[in-house]
């Protein structure tokens, strides 16, 4: 257990709709990340935020949003949802989200969208 | 920006034998490197990570090696065991936290 929680585990939607996955990191980890997981696109970096502030931006759509509370957990938005959405979504934590930070990953939320 | 090229993508191997795994990267910039191992159905577990100031780090029956000048690491597995079947992925960082992610390699341990 990494200590990265992810709500909920799994989730089956329709085209066009809206989901929220979220993240809680591990006790006294500041940055949060999201990653993608799909079969054609392996694992793909999405965005980070470190104390409720984005730091870096990787191929995340703009029908894809995020936040970071002040409590530390962190809300991953997808809408107008797509078939090509279907994937595996992973949150990660880490301590300062520096470059050489240890990265720890949740057990994912599996995303259908039918 | 970064790539991360990983092979092979499958590997199958005796127990007890040794695994290798390649990566290279195309950013001379990257100076850290870890590697996850992935269980079906779960989250990808860090199972080793070496920064480039460094050009081996061993961990029991885990090994890394970083070779920065040719741009390319490798893990080693020795006395491999069937809780090693896993697919392994390799990384790099070059800024920040992002990590780009090789493809991946699906190890088969047979008894």
């Known amino acids: 257990d990494s200590g990265v929680t992810q709500t909920p585990k799994h989730l089956i939607t329709a085209t066009g709709q809206r989901v929220t996955l979220r993240c809680s990191p591990r006790?006294?980890?500041?940055?949060v990340y999201w990653y993608q997981q799909s079969l054609d696109q392996g694992l793909q970096f999405l965005i980070q935020y470190y104390n409720g502030e984005e730091r870096a931006k990787g191929n995340i759509l703009e029908r894809f949003s995020a936040q970071q509370f002040p409590d530390l957990h962190s809300e991953l938005n997808l809408s107008s949802l797509e078939l090509g959405d279907s994937a595996l979504y992973f949150c990660?934590?880490?301590?300062?989200?520096?470059?050489?930070?240890?990265?720890?990953f949740g057990p994912g939320t599996r995303l259908t969208v039918l | 920006g970064e790539n991360v090229e990983q092979h092979p993508s499958t590997l199958s191997v005796q127990e007890g034998d040794s695994a290798v795994i390649k990566c290279t990267y195309s950013?001379?910039?990257?100076?850290?490197f870890p590697w996850y191992k992935q269980e079906l159905g779960k989250g990808p577990q860090l199972i080793i990570d070496?920064?480039?100031?460094?050009g081996e780090k061993k961990d029991q029956r885990i090994a890394v090696t970083l070779n920065k000048t040719a741009k390319h690491f490798s893990l080693h597995i020795t006395e491999t065991q069937p809780e090693d079947s896993a697919v392994y992925f390799c990384?790099?960082?070059?800024?920040?936290?992002?990590?780009?992610f090789g493809a991946g390699t699906q190890v088969v341990v047979t008894p």
């Open positions: 950013d001379s910039a990257s100076n850290y």
């Open positions: 990384a790099a960082s070059n800024s920040w936290g992002k990590l780009q």
């Open positions: 006790s006294g980890d500041l940055s």
């Open positions: 990660a934590s880490s301590v300062s989200g520096d470059t050489a930070d240890t990265q720890y």
């Open positions: 070496i920064r480039s100031n460094v």
